[in-house]
């Protein structure tokens, strides 16, 4: 089958947008509710206008999720806590012995988190194994599409494949007699207007496709931000500097939902971390009908790539693309500066774009300031990995050591504060 590879701001807005049907989704890729439908159709709305700004006016699903950012605000102030503090007891020997110590916390943390906030689901032991099954079947299933007849010299990944894939069919199908249970009981949240009028099928592939959609993606960029911060100690002191200005004399405990948007320098560190780092690596759409797309013949029936790795490096639109400047992105959330917002789709574009955007991007900016707030940390990978080496379709840091440790000046304790008296109160994550 033909496919062709895109990069150009232009070309994206083309496959990405649609161009009035020429360009669509694969049909396996499935179905979607109306409450997906107007829910994303005004996000992408926002995007276009390039304004980070949620119009709490918008229509009812969009409110539905902005309600869901806030009233979850403090489960993920408190789960991103005890992520951070279970690094933080990660020892060197730990990490010696399992290349994967670090990913794997970072991923459970993640998953109990997006399964609470998103299903009001609280089983942090079923959490961190069906994490992890996740973490392991993504894994093998980026080999298969790098080389698809390598499952043949690698029978038991296969095996332990096939055996992941069945068990978060089944926690799929779990998490569906929980929401059940929970509509029964008049509890019915965010996540059942989501989901929409569907049959069973139809329900364990929308339950299944949210658990994976937001347990892949938020890990790998939260992994990547512990590298990029204890590597740009300049970007960690800014973002300290923030948070002095906007919690004066509280402590990161008291946060609250409101401190999220003025963290505008935080929020360039989290956007410039998915251009780098984009966790999404491959998005496909299917050419509809014969079409000439930048010059290009493209046949019905094309499969088009875009990836958005390459299209962040590309140097039309970016000055110094493969260079960390969170900066960028300072007076233009949307588009991080480039000539067009096209040339910036970590979430993708158009109408199949990211549903879960704004509480991504909130997540990891809660994420970051508890960690500039309480930590500090150095992060290393064994040979033969650099954290320069790209992997394809495996956009996780793999095997990244990190070394967190909790900020002893007790002037860093509670921020904005200088009389040692008051400071010396910890703030613990599980406050
Ligand atoms: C940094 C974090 C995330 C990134 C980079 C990301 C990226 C993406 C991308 C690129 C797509 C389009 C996929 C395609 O066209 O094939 C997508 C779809 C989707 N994402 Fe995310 N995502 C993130 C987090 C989340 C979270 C937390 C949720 C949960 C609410 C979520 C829910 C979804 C859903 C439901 C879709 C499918 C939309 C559809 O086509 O119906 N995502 N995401």
Redesign the pocket.
């Known amino acids: 089958m033909p496919f062709v590879v895109v990069t150009d701001p232009d070309s994206v807005r083309r496959v990405?947008g649609g161009d009035g049907g020429v360009y669509s989704?694969p049909k396996y890729?499935?179905y979607?509710s109306k409450a997906?439908?107007t829910a994303?159709a005004s996000q992408q709305k926002a995007a276009e206008l390039e304004t980070a700004e949620l119009d709490e006016k918008g229509d009812v699903s969009r409110r539905a999720?902005g309600q869901l950012a806030q009233d979850k605000f403090q489960v993920i102030l408190v789960s991103m806590g005890e992520l951070l503090s279970r690094l933080e007891g990660l020892t060197a020997k730990d990490m010696e012995s399992d290349d994967d110590a670090v990913i794997g916390i970072v991923q459970s943390g993640i998953t109990r988190l997006?399964l609470r906030?998103?299903f009001d689901y609280s089983d942090s032991r079923r959490a961190d194994d069906i994490g992890m099954r996740i973490l392991h079947a993504g894994r093998e299933f980026a080999q298969e599409m790098v080389n698809p007849l390598g499952f043949l010299f690698r029978p038991f990944a296969v095996v332990r494949f096939l055996i992941d894939a069945i068990a978060i069919i089944r926690f799929g199908r779990a998490l569906g007699r929980h929401l059940d249970h929970l509509a029964s009981a008049g509890a019915k949240g965010w996540v059942h207007s989501?989901i929409g009028k569907v049959g069973k099928v139809g329900k364990l592939g929308?339950v299944t496709?949210?658990v994976m959609?937001?347990?892949?993606?938020?890990p790998?960029?939260t992994l990547w931000l512990i590298y990029y911060l204890s590597e740009h100690p300049h970007a960690l002191e800014t973002i300290r500097e923030e948070l002095r200005q906007i919690l004066g004399e509280r402590k990161i405990s008291e946060m609250s939902y409101d401190d999220l948007k003025p963290m505008v320098y935080t929020e360039s560190v989290v956007r410039e971390t998915?251009r780098l780092r984009?966790?999404?690596p491959?998005?496909?759409?299917e050419c509809q009908r014969d079409d000439n797309l930048a010059g290009l013949m493209i046949p019905r029936g094309t499969s088009v790539y875009i990836v958005?790795w390459l299209v962040h490096q590309n140097a039309k639109s970016w000055e110094e693309p493969e260079n960390f400047r969170p900066e960028r992105f300072l007076n233009a959330p949307e588009s991080g500066g480039a000539p067009s917002s096209f040339a910036y789709?970590?979430?993708?574009r158009g109408?199949?774009?990211?549903?879960?955007?704004r509480?991504?991007?909130m997540?990891?900016k809660i994420f970051v300031a508890r960690f500039a707030y309480q930590y500090d940390c150095e992060t290393s990978f064994p040979p033969p990995f650099e954290p320069g080496y790209f992997p394809p379709l495996n956009m996780s840091p793999l095997g990244m050591r990190a070394e967190i440790s909790r900020r002893d000046s007790a002037a860093d304790v509670v921020v904005g504060l200088s009389s040692p008296s008051t400071s010396s109160s910890s703030d613990s994550p599980s406050q």
């Open positions: 990405l989704k890729f499935g979607r997906v439908k994303v999720l997006n906030v998103l989501w929308k496709g949210l959609a937001s347990t892949q993606t938020v790998t960029a998915l984009p966790p999404f491959v998005l496909v759409k958005p789709v970590p979430f993708s109408s199949r774009m990211c549903g879960g955007y509480l991504a991007v997540e990891l």
